[in-house]
C-alpha cells in the first residue's frame, strides 16, 4: 500500500479515531480513484460521496462528516456556493476545495466562503495528504503554486479572518488600491480622486505598511487580484 514520504515518521496510533470524509466530485472514476488512494491515509475513513449538491448537503446533515473534499464544478450548484451551504449546515465541517482551476479569483472565493484549503487535481499524492494532515490540525492548506500570492498568502497567515486584512484600509486607501487594481497609474488615480499626486503616493505608502506589502510590483499584484477576487 502506498504510503507518502511525509508520513514515514509518523505514528498511526496518533490517528485514531479516524475522522469521516465526505467526497464531492461529479466524475466516478476520479471519487473512486480517490477512496483507493486513501485508504492508505489512517486518519481519514470515507463515509459518504455525492455527485452533486443536493446529495452532498443531505450527507452532511444526516451523516455529520468531519471533512469534505470538494470539487468546484457541480452539474447542480457551484462549488463556492455548495460550501456556504455546507458549513451553513455544519460550522465545523473543514472542507478542502479539490479543483482544476488555477484563477486566485476562484481560490480566494473559495477561502472566503470557508474553505480550509484549496488543492489543485494535478498534485502529487504527497501533497494529497499533507493538504488532509493541514486541514485536519486547524490550518489553511494551499497548492504551492498559490503560496507566493500577495492576497492569498494573507489569508493563508490569518486561518482565522474570512478575507485578508483590507478591512484596516481607510475609504480612501481602498479606492486607490481598487484604482491601482484596474491599472490606474498614480497621475490618473489622482485626477479621479480630485487629490494630489503626492498624496496618492503617501497612500500608496500607508496601503503597504497596513497590508505588510513589500514593494510596489508586490502591491500590484495584490491590488489586481484584490479586485479580480471581489466580483467572485
Given at each position: 500500500m502506498f504510503r507518502p514520504k511525509f508520513m514515514e515518521t509518523i505514528?498511526?496510533?496518533d490517528f485514531d479515531p479516524p475522522r469521516r470524509l465526505l467526497i464531492v466530485d461529479?466524475?466516478?472514476v476520479l471519487r473512486n480513484g480517490v477512496k483507493e488512494i486513501?485508504?492508505?491515509f489512517p486518519k481519514l475513513c470515507i463515509c459518504a460521496e455525492a455527485d452533486n449538491a443536493v446529495t452532498a448537503l443531505d450527507a452532511v446533515k444526516r451523516l455529520q462528516p468531519e471533512v469534505a473534499l470538494v470539487?468546484?464544478?457541480?452539474?447542480?450548484c457551484s462549488g463556492i456556493q455548495l460550501i456556504d451551504r455546507m458549513l451553513a449546515a455544519d460550522g465545523d465541517l473543514r472542507i478542502l476545495v479539490f479543483s482544476m482551476h488555477?484563477?486566485?479569483?476562484?481560490v480566494l472565493g473559495a477561502l472566503r466562503a470557508g474553505a480550509r484549503g484549496y488543492l489543485r487535481k494535478d498534485?502529487?499524492?504527497d501533497t494529497l495528504f499533507a493538504a488532509f494532515q493541514t486541514v485536519l490540525e486547524g490550518r489553511i492548506f494551499l497548492s504551492p503554486q498559490f503560496r507566493d500570492r500577495p492576497i492569498l498568502r494573507a489569508l493563508q497567515d490569518n486561518p482565522g479572518k474570512t478575507r485578508p486584512r483590507t478591512e484596516s484600509l481607510s475609504t480612501r486607501e481602498s479606492e486607490v488600491l481598487t484604482l491601482i487594481g484596474n491599472g490606474k497609474r498614480t497621475a490618473a488615480i489622482a485626477a479621479q480622486l480630485h487629490i494630489s499626486v503626492k498624496t496618492v503616493e503617501t497612500h500608496r505608502v500607508h496601503i503597504k505598511e497596513k497590508l505588510a506589502i513589500a514593494d510596489v510590483l508586490?502591491?500590484?499584484?495584490?491590488?489586481?487580484?484584490w479586485?479580480?477576487?471581489?466580483a467572485v
Amino acid at each position: 500500500m502506498f504510503r507518502p514520504k511525509f508520513m514515514e515518521t509518523i505514528d498511526p496510533l496518533d490517528f485514531d479515531p479516524p475522522r469521516r470524509l465526505l467526497i464531492v466530485d461529479d466524475h466516478p472514476v476520479l471519487r473512486n480513484g480517490v477512496k483507493e488512494i486513501l485508504q492508505a491515509f489512517p486518519k481519514l475513513c470515507i463515509c459518504a460521496e455525492a455527485d452533486n449538491a443536493v446529495t452532498a448537503l443531505d450527507a452532511v446533515k444526516r451523516l455529520q462528516p468531519e471533512v469534505a473534499l470538494v470539487d468546484l464544478s457541480l452539474p447542480d450548484c457551484s462549488g463556492i456556493q455548495l460550501i456556504d451551504r455546507m458549513l451553513a449546515a455544519d460550522g465545523d465541517l473543514r472542507i478542502l476545495v479539490f479543483s482544476m482551476h488555477d484563477d486566485p479569483g476562484c481560490v480566494l472565493g473559495a477561502l472566503r466562503a470557508g474553505a480550509r484549503g484549496y488543492l489543485r487535481k494535478d498534485e502529487g499524492l504527497d501533497t494529497l495528504f499533507a493538504a488532509f494532515q493541514t486541514v485536519l490540525e486547524g490550518r489553511i492548506f494551499l497548492s504551492p503554486q498559490f503560496r507566493d500570492r500577495p492576497i492569498l498568502r494573507a489569508l493563508q497567515d490569518n486561518p482565522g479572518k474570512t478575507r485578508p486584512r483590507t478591512e484596516s484600509l481607510s475609504t480612501r486607501e481602498s479606492e486607490v488600491l481598487t484604482l491601482i487594481g484596474n491599472g490606474k497609474r498614480t497621475a490618473a488615480i489622482a485626477a479621479q480622486l480630485h487629490i494630489s499626486v503626492k498624496t496618492v503616493e503617501t497612500h500608496r505608502v500607508h496601503i503597504k505598511e497596513k497590508l505588510a506589502i513589500a514593494d510596489v510590483l508586490e502591491l500590484t499584484r495584490f491590488a489586481r487580484e484584490w479586485c479580480l477576487a471581489a466580483a467572485v
